[in-house]
């Protein structure tokens, strides 16, 4: 390999470039001000020497840290992450449900959910977001939605939500918690994109307040913390911490980084003395920002006027989520555009929505860029030339059909992907047994071996254990000739599913989910 070709070199020269972030981590580079105090990483970077305590049996001054971020959020207990908040979700699950014990989860849960439900070979139930139609993005869970399922499995051991979700949605996690308690088993809430809402006073109410047992959230996402910088937080009668504390050790790197230590408790700290500040200053640019961006024609903001829809019972307001749905244009080709013309990264495209993250260290310099390029872009689609173009075709998710959810009250209740998909077996039996490779219009009536999802909204449409019907295998269908992402199979082509080798084969069939 060349000197030019290494990682490091690659680095520093896209740290030249004018490219700017309107993705994760939260620092966004910007190594003036307080992230300029920090010192050079390697003169820090030190392992469990005396006096330095040890976080997997934190007696000194990391319990004494910790314990000062729990009083920080109002917890419990905090637990300082070094493996991000995919460490956190998995310690989470293993340490609140049993082996083969069960688990209602939302269905929408970030893949660490659902390792962690393989790991304990657990039972699970879901409970399905709603969607908001136009945007085709999760809305929220409603506590009615996890009340019925925790009627319906009172074996559960444990409720998992993730709010707010990447596109800032938050649900009723205060409604959800109070008839999770009544079962006296944990809410465990993956705030992963939330971790700024406890300082911040114009954001969502923190799970932790509403009441969720387990709050686990990403510092390096939303505030400026190093990437891999994580927290959990426990407030709860319902939590066993013994267990917790264990498995904490077993997915975490017996070497954690001081490193990455001292910077997530430098955030916290920088956080209680100076969050407000900062906080009230970003509150103010963002207002002026999404002032902005609402006067614009063709493409849309998700905005407030999405709470009280779909489930939705509050909006991150630092996620600027741009939806192109009415334009044709397709997420990808906006988050090329922005990239390509104005040199604006985002942090996701979804097939009729763009994603970026702000936070408090983006530069008004940054937010005048992204303000200046959406309005440009806008007045360009809405413009003859490229509106003849484009909006021939129509929102590409407007191509995608409702699928039957639940018959309710003389209409369809719109749970999006909510199917009758049955499962045979659990997630970790179908993992680990025998498999074929099967084309996907002959997968009618097998049992899966893979997560299949269509993305957006990235709600499994299948995960393994679940028998394919032909009405699912029809859908999926559509959904590839219609050019949709359907992903999570090994096949990257989405062509052929793994499925149970021997048809019919589902071990003991009861009921499941
Ligand atoms: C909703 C959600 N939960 C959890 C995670 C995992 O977080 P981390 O990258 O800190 O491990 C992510 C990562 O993007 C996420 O989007």
Redesign the pocket.
């Known amino acids: 390999m060349k000197r030019q070709d290494l990682l490091v070199e690659r680095l520093k020269k896209y740290r030249e470039s004018e490219m700017y972030p309107f993705h994760m981590p939260g620092h966004k580079r910007q190594v003036e001000g307080f992230l300029g105090d920090f010192p050079n990483p390697f003169s820090i970077d030190l392992t469990e020497i005396d006096g330095f305590d040890n976080l997997h049996h934190a007696e000194g001054i990391l319990r004494e840290s910790m314990d000062w971020a729990a009083n920080v959020y109002g917890a419990d207990k905090s637990y300082y992450l070094v493996n991000?908040?995919?460490g956190g979700?998995l310690s989470a699950i293993c340490g609140s449900v049993r082996s083969k014990g069960r688990m209602i989860m939302a269905r929408n849960c970030?893949k660490?959910t659902y390792h962690g439900v393989i790991l304990k070979n657990m039972e699970v139930s879901y409970v399905y977001p709603q969607i908001l139609e136009k945007l085709w993005i999760n809305g929220g869970i409603s506590a009615k939605d996890v009340e019925e399922s925790l009627k319906r499995f009172p074996d559960a051991q444990a409720v998992f939500l993730?709010s707010p979700t990447?596109e800032g949605v938050v649900s009723d996690v205060a409604s959800i918690a109070s008839v999770v308690h009544e079962r006296k088993i944990p809410l465990i809430v993956?705030e992963?994109?939330g971790a700024h809402f406890f300082i911040g006073e114009d954001f969502p109410v923190s799970a932790l307040k509403c009441g969720a047992d387990i709050v686990i959230q990403?510092l390096?996402k939303t505030l400026p913390s190093f990437t891999q910088t994580?927290i959990l937080h426990v407030k709860s009668k319902f939590v066993d911490l013994e267990r917790l504390e264990w498995y904490l050790q077993v997915f975490q790197s017996s070497s954690p980084s001081y490193v990455l230590m001292a910077g997530m408790e430098e955030c916290i700290f920088e956080m209680e003395e100076h969050g407000k500040e900062y906080f009230k200053k970003f509150t103010q640019r963002l207002e002026r920002l999404r002032k902005s961006l609402s006067g614009m024609k063709v493409l849309k903001l998700l905005d407030e006027s999405a709470v009280g829809t779909s489930g939705v019972y509050g909006l991150d307001q630092s996620k600027i989520v741009v939806s192109c749905y009415e334009t044709g244009v397709g997420g990808a080709k906006l988050g090329d555009w922005l990239r390509e013309k104005y040199g604006l990264e985002v942090e996701m495209c979804g097939i009729d929505y763009v994603v970026m993250i702000t936070t408090i260290l983006d530069t008004q310099e940054g937010l005048c860029r992204l303000e200046n390029a959406l309005l440009e872009i806008d007045q360009e689609i809405a413009g003859n030339r490229l509106q003849r173009k484009w909006r021939m075709g129509e929102g590409i998710t407007k191509k995608m059909k409702w699928n039957e959810g639940e018959e309710k009250e003389g209409g369809m209740k719109k749970t999006g992907y909510k199917r009758n998909t049955k499962a045979e077996l659990t997630l970790a039996e179908a993992f680990e047994a025998k498999w074929e490779r099967v084309p996907v219009a002959a997968c009618a009536g097998r049992i899966s071996c893979e997560f299949i999802y269509l993305y957006p909204p990235g709600v499994p449409i299948i995960v393994p254990g679940e028998r394919m019907d032909d009405e699912i295998i029809r859908q999926i269908c559509e959904y590839k000739e219609k050019g949709l992402l359907v992903q999570g199979m090994e096949d990257k082509r989405a062509e052929v599913i793994k499925v149970c080798a021997e048809k019919g084969n589902a071990g003991d069939t009861k009921e499941r989910n």
Do not use: L, M, N, R
Request: aromatic share 8%.
């Open positions: 991000g908040s995919s979700i970030h660490s993730v990447y993956d992963a994109h990403s390096h994580a």
